[in-house]
């Protein structure tokens, strides 16, 4: 297993990362988990949550904000290879067995369930509760550079010198979400793995809403 403790970094563009233990037992979780492209960017999620939280002023428990995102991605790992569950679902449910384990409130595990399993639900996060708005404005400014003009040229720099993008990184993270889905098609239905398995796979066959209201057995 990774030694977190050996390469962990105390503070990013301002923004501390927490070294409890709560948050390095969720690092060496999923680095042990997952690949470095998708703990990268679990990384720099968190410092660009962080950093909406102190532009708009909203009060975020770091350890709760930096456990969603280092199991944001978790439902992609070798450990959920049978699951037929959403990715996203699988990684709600890993996270809440994990801060279970550390005594966490009722409130604060339906908090982080939520985060995860909306996170790539468009136009949901942003009406919820201040962690799950956080968490998914953090992965849409490192997947899409949602609002990139927010964070200075000089905050940019240093989350990337911290956690580089590394080459490739967008084919990189594309295929490493078809992997950890791929087995489960039908589990795509209405989100954005479909749009990755389309890309990924030539045999994936999208399921279609209106077909399946237009093939329902009503006799109308």
């Known amino acids: 297993m990774l030694n977190v403790h050996a390469v962990r970094l105390v ?3 301002g923004v501390g990362i927490p070294q409890t233990p709560l948050a390095i037992a969720a690092a060496q979780a999923a680095h042990a ?15 660009f949550a962080a950093l909406a939280a102190r532009q708009e002023r909203v009060a975020c428990e770091p350890d709760t904000l930096y456990v969603a995102a280092m199991y944001t991605n978790m439902g992609l790992s070798a ?18 067995a994990f801060m279970q384990r550390y005594g966490a409130s009722a409130s604060v595990l339906d908090d ?3 985060a995860i399993a909306l996170h790539t639900t468009p136009g949901l996060p942003a009406h919820m509760s201040p962690l799950t708005r956080l968490l998914s404005s953090g992965v849409r400014a490192d997947l899409f550079a949602a609002n990139l003009d927010t964070w200075t040229q000089a905050e940019r720099d240093q989350i990337l010198a911290a956690w580089p993008r590394g080459i490739r990184f967008k084919e990189r993270m594309i295929e490493a979400i078809g992997r950890g889905v791929g087995h489960r098609p ?3 239905f209405g989100t ?3 749009d990755v398995l389309e890309r990924v796979d030539p045999n994936f066959c999208r399921t279609n809403f209106c077909g399946l209201i237009l093939g329902s057995p009503w006799n109308d």
């Not at 988990?33 to 410092?47: G, K």
């Not at 450990?79 to 709600?92: P, Q, T």
């Open 79 to 96: 450990a959920y290879a049978h699951s037929n569950l959403r990715y996203e679902i699988d990684g709600a449910d890993a996270a809440r």
């Open 11 to 13: 503070e990013v563009a």
């Open 112 to 114: 982080v369930w939520c």
């Open 186 to 188: 039908m589990s795509t």
């Open 33 to 47: 988990s997952l690949p470095a492209v998708v703990t990268a960017h679990a990384s720099r999620v968190f410092v």
């Open 192 to 194: 954005v793995s479909a």
